[in-house]
């Protein structure tokens, strides 16, 4: 028998591709069934257009994206990584999605002689550029040492994004792109146009045909989005502890945005610990002691072949490598040496996880 959220996960596919189906069927019967008295490509003829136009965009915007990225050293790719564009990056990539919006149809006309363009498509285009531009930079935020994008404060890059966080990240890029390239561009090229058919035609269906798209590319690609960690605690009668505890350690917080700012080269997400710390003066150093029984030793000795260490404490020796060095803040005022604060910060998840029901090595376990 299917477990309960193994259903749900297959009822939530299944709905994405309904829906999304749905949403390009009946855009497309309305794209087809359309007349125009303007001097553009209409019904079936004009749906034929659009396919074509979307595939010829769609690969210059990939081909400038790429060419981008090759030519400034940057690795953001398609979305979904580590790293968000920001500041100079967002503005790039949105001239690279917007600039094909307006050449592309340009030529397909000037190569195929089939009239696509409306007399205004040039004006229109340049408030579309330039509004993308604000739009992104929006979205993505500028190159300040803390994020002020929403995609960031809704989703942090390289976190695990829930299936209703990613829905509501498509949604906002729906709304924003999408829904506000089409509006601001039908109101230039055809003012004239009726109101409501520039809302529910022009913009509304567009905008449900990506969001539809989006969620059934998250639903299919990461379906591990759609297994929130927060199930295993629910079947197990566990109450989620995690994020409280980064939220109310300090010490906590402290190593989780040293983490990110390992992992990602910067800390350009939301701090957690209410500063951007840092390691100063890091050092390391073998500790080497011998038990208290007689004859006992502690040998160290490196392969001179491979440089391997090897270290040799019988009858109660030891050996123990110690990193330490002082984390400081972002005005530099130090916090705590950072052995200090690894202690507290594993001393307070093992004891978060064994109150979660996880068993813990005896070794392992803190004190009371």
């Known amino acids: 028998m299917a477990a309960p959220n193994q259903i749900t996960i297959a009822a939530v596919k299944v709905g994405t591709v309904l829906a999304n189906l749905s949403s390009i069927v009946g855009f497309s019967f309305c794209i087809a069934e359309r007349t125009s008295n303007l001097p553009t490509k209409s019904g079936l003829t004009g749906l034929n257009v659009v396919f074509h136009l979307s595939v010829l ?33 967002a503005v790039v990539l949105s001239v690279c999605m917007t600039l094909p919006l307006a050449v592309v149809p340009f030529l397909y006309q000037l190569l195929s002689g089939v009239h696509v363009l ?36 809704i ?17 906002v890029y729906s709304s924003l792109f999408v829904g506000l390239w089409v509006l ?14 520039i809302l ?101 000795t490196f392969d001179p072949r491979t440089g391997e260490m090897r270290t040799g404490t019988p009858d109660g020796g030891a050996a123990k490598l110690v990193i330490n060095g002082d984390v400081v803040d972002e005005h530099g005022t130090q916090l705590a040496d950072f052995a200090t604060i690894c202690k507290s910060a594993t001393v307070a998840w093992e004891k978060t996880l064994i109150r979660a029901g996880v068993s813990l090595p005896p070794a392992h376990l803190p004190p009371d």
Not at 200 to 228: E, H, Q, W
């Open 57 to 89: 965009t769609a690969i210059a915007f990939g081909v400038l994206w790429s060419l981008a990225e090759r030519q400034f050293g940057w690795s953001f790719g398609a979305g979904g990584g580590d790293a968000l564009p920001s500041g100079w990056s």
């Open 184 to 197: 601001s561009y039908r109101l230039v090229v055809n003012p004239t146009e009726p109101l409501l058919e």
């Open 200 to 300: 529910l035609g022009r913009t509304l269906l567009p905008c449900l045909v990506f969001f539809s798209g989006m969620a059934v590319f998250i639903a299919l690609k990461y379906p591990g989005s759609l297994n929130d960690r927060r199930l295993w605690c629910e079947k197990n009668g566990r109450s989620l502890e995690g994020e409280v505890l980064i939220n109310t350690n300090k010490d906590v917080a402290i190593i989780h945005d040293l983490w990110n700012l390992d992992k990602h080269g910067q800390l350009d997400r939301t701090s957690r610990s209410s500063h951007y710390p840092r390691i100063q003066g890091l050092t390391r150093y073998l500790n080497v002691s011998t038990g208290t029984a007689p004859g006992s030793y502690a040998l160290v």
């Open 118 to 153: 409306f007399p205004s498509h040039w004006r229109a285009m340049l408030f579309v550029i330039l509004l993308g531009v604000g739009r992104h930079l929006l979205i993505y935020g500028t190159t300040s040492d803390k994020p002020n994008g929403l995609r960031q404060w």
């Open 155 to 171: 989703a942090p890059a390289g976190e695990e994004t829930p299936f209703g966080t990613g829905l509501l990240i498509e949604f």
